[in-house]
């Protein structure tokens, strides 16, 4: 099995930058994903934003779900800080971290998860870290706060991704805030 992941990030209305960020990295290791969310929007949030992403990158193959929260943490310290949802999908398991307001809902596989209380550089109370084997077929949306949960995720099924991001941000985004709407499908 292997993950396809699609994305759309759309800036604040009247915003050049968004605050919002998506980090997605295949490899040996599996597939690295995550949704990224910095406190506020503009050009400070967009800075956070980088620095999250750089964190990130520079994260050695394999590191797991946990130390990457630890690692987004410790060099977000100075910053306006960030909400994120951190997952990493190998061998057909799903490990992940959301802290903040970051949402996940699921098509096919259910997924038991709680977010996590906190902002990333700031202050981290208990983190919760997920784990479920996921099938083939299953598919998984991830959102920032600028993106409605009021939808119901079974009328974007026949939907390509790339297509059902599209369609979720047109008809669902909050113009009052940056938003991301992230896909992820397990395919053969």
């Not at 983190?127 to 949306?141: C, E, H, P, S, W």
Request: charged fraction near 25%.
């Amino acid at each position: 099995m292997k993950i396809a992941v699609e994305y759309v990030v759309v800036p604040k209305d009247g915003e050049r930058v968004s605050g919002d960020a998506v980090f997605v990295r295949a490899g040996a290791d599996g597939c690295l994903f995550a949704v990224i969310d910095a406190l506020g929007h503009g050009e400070r949030a967009a800075e956070t934003a980088d620095v999250a992403l750089a964190a990130l990158g520079d994260a050695p193959e394999g590191e797991d779900v946990r130390a990457l929260v630890d690692r987004l943490h410790a060099r977000l310290r100075g910053t306006r800080g960030a909400a994120g949802m951190i997952c990493r999908f190998r061998a057909g398991r799903l490990q992940g971290c959301c802290i903040g307001n970051v949402d996940l809902m699921t098509h096919g596989t259910r997924l038991q998860w709680l977010q996590s209380p906190g902002i990333l550089g700031a202050s981290l109370g208990k983190v919760r870290i997920f784990d479920a084997q996921l099938a083939l077929g299953d598919r998984l949306v991830v959102f920032s706060d600028g993106v409605s949960p009021r939808f119901d995720l079974s009328l974007f099924r026949g939907m390509k991704a790339a297509e059902a991001c599209r369609a979720l941000m047109s008809r669902h985004r909050r113009s009052h805030d940056d938003a991301t709407v992230l896909i992820a499908d397990i395919e053969p």
